[in-house]
């Protein structure tokens, strides 16, 4: 079955153009979609990719329709191609049924995986330099070295309790330990 999925933006309010490529494609039923493509919740994509079955076909017109970003179209492809549903964009003219698109589509997802390790490696880069000025990363600590001190002092009494003193300072006795661990003052 070759089934055609639309979705027009804010921008774009008429589905017409697209539906009538996916129908001139030979889409047996078209999913319609009028959302953002920025929101998460798109019920008509969600619908579209259960009704999908092993040896059919899924239309977008572009695969801006399908996806958010090139990550999130390479993991609908991806899950596609496991469950053997094939995937044509007519205006890319990609088609994962035949080998040259699934070769393009290959291409695209090492793209992906490269876009993804520019974003952690300038990251690590980033929080590095951070470090070298100086900056911590993190929470800061919910418990001030003042008050480490104090509660330090607290627990020398030995009719004070942890859980007492975490209550004290409203943290929990979890909290309370990690930063009397952190430091110096473990009991």
Known sequence: ???????VSTQDQHPEL???????AGCEQIYQEKVTGKLRER???????RTLRKGDTL??????????????????????????????SLNEAIDTTSASGKLIF??????AEFEHALIIER??????????????????PSLSEADIRKAAAMLSDPMMTKAEVAQHF????????ASLKRDGFMH
Not at 18 to 24: E, F, I, K, T
Not at 67 to 85: F, M, N, T, Y
Not at 129 to 134: D, F, L, Q, V
Request: glycine share 10%; hydrophobic share 40%.
């Open 170 to 177: 409203k943290v929990s006795r979890t909290t309370l330990n």
């Open 123 to 140: 990251t690590k880069a980033g929080l590095a330099a951070a470090r070298a000025r100086g900056r911590k990363g993190g929470r800061k």
């Open 59 to 88: 239309v977008v017109w572009r695969m801006d329709r399908l996806a958010r970003s090139l990550k999130d179209l390479v993991g609908i492809i991806e899950e596609l191609h496991q469950r053997e549903i094939g995937f044509k």
């Open 1 to 7: 079955m070759i089934i055609g999925y639309a979705r």
């Open 106 to 111: 290959h291409i695209f997802g090492a793209l």
């Open 43 to 49: 019920p008509e994509l969600t619908q579209c990719l």
């Open 18 to 24: 697209q539906l009538d490529a996916l129908n001139g």
